[in-house]
């Protein structure tokens, strides 16, 4: 089991990034889908989830109205869609797979290597 993160990169605030998750070795539709960021001398903390069916999301308050997570299951790929980003955004970026969509980092069943978001001028 691999999670796969990618489009991470150096953007200016305000800009927009789209981060894509994708898996190897196996499904990504029969699981919930979160993105969880680290920056650098912080904890891990939750981004965005959304449900196997992506019937339900959930958002971190910092990042409400200026992220959205979506699916598509025929590609078996999640992403992360970045707007208005902000320099306290920068963070490394981590997928993970649960069986059930959870906020919870110890919940998560699997993570991917992450992928670096850096906001800055």
């Known amino acids: 089991v691999q999670l796969v993160e990618s489009g991470g990169g150096l953007v200016q605030p305000e800009g927009s990034l789209r981060l894509c998750c994708s898996a190897?070795?196996?499904?990504?539709?029969?699981?919930?889908i979160g993105w969880f960021r680290q920056a650098p001398g912080k904890e891990r903390e939750f981004v965005a989830a959304?449900?196997?069916?992506?019937?339900?999301?959930d958002y971190a308050d910092s990042v409400k109205g200026r992220f959205l997570i979506s699916r598509d299951n025929a590609k078996n790929t999640v992403y992360l869609r970045m707007n208005s980003l902000k320099p306290e955004d920068t963070a490394v970026y981590y997928c993970?797979?649960?069986?059930?969509?959870?906020?919870?980092?110890?919940?998560?069943?699997?993570w991917g290597k992450g992928t670096l978001v850096t906001v800055s001028s």
């Open positions: 959304i449900s196997w069916s992506g019937g339900s999301t």
């Open positions: 993970a797979a649960s069986p059930l969509l959870t906020k919870i980092a110890q919940n998560v069943g699997y």
């Open positions: 190897s070795g196996f499904t990504l539709n029969y699981y919930a």
